[in-house]
T-cell receptor, first 113, second 111 residues
């Protein structure tokens, strides 16, 4: 596609439920990143994929968070047993190889009630 | 852990005024990027600076990378309402694959 696409754009869930967030990167981009952003704040790194492998998972906040990427393209971020503190905007970004320009999606606004 | 501190956190000014946003760290970065983010959207890259002391201009925006590559500034001349947004700096270091983002400066330019 022309840009990074994320779905859903908004997700409201109840505490304790599992949620799955999807990211479609720009075609041909081998590197994919997940970030989390609290209201009006900077970005917190979660995980990075190079192809289908995740060499850096250091930012995942807890074992309730997991992510996978298949076919070197689509990625899903799964949050199990959601907590209120998980409420944030989850941003996905991709880039072509070693080039450092990141292209971001519009994010998924997650609200845990 | 590498940290980037941005100041001010919030800035509200009148159209036509000048402003400077600062991005500081105790760590050295191989490059530093500035992004602007509007509500409901992801950040969009404005510029990348690589060399210590480098100055880049983008219309009314001037970006500077500190000589020691630990800090950067963004200066906007004659601000316009369209400049309103969240400005984020982000540093890249040699072996790390991810960018370290600052906490952001929320700029509001009033007409």
């Amino acid at each position: 596609g022309a840009g990074v696409s994320q779905s859903p754009s908004n997700k409201v869930t109840e505490k304790g439920k599992d949620v799955e967030l999807r990211c479609d990167p720009i075609s041909g981009h081998t590197a994919l990143y997940w970030y989390r952003q609290s209201l009006g704040q900077g970005l917190e790194f979660l995980i990075y994929f190079q192809g289908n492998s995740a060499p850096d998972k250091s930012g995942l906040p807890s074992d309730r968070f997991s992510a996978e990427r298949t076919g070197g393209s689509v990625s899903t971020l799964t949050i199990q047993r959601t907590q209120q503190e998980d409420s944030a905007v989850y941003l996905c970004a991709s880039k072509r190889g070693a080039q450092e320009k990141l292209f971001f999606g519009s994010g998924t606004q997650l609200s845990v009630l | 852990t590498q940290l980037l501190e941005q100041s001010p956190q919030f800035l509200s000014i009148q159209e036509g005024e000048n402003l400077t946003v600062y991005c500081n760290s105790s760590s050295v970065f191989s490059s530093l990027q500035w992004y602007r983010q509007e509500p409901g959207e992801g950040p969009v890259l404005l510029v990348t600076v690589v060399t210590g002391g480098e100055v880049k201009k983008l219309k009314r925006l001037t970006f500077q990378f500190g000589d020691a590559r630990k800090d950067s500034s963004l200066h906007i001349t004659a601000a316009q309402p369209g400049d309103t947004g969240l400005y984020l700096c982000a540093g890249a270091s040699g072996s790390a694959r991810q960018l370290t983002f600052g906490s952001g400066t929320q700029l509001t330019v009033l007409p």
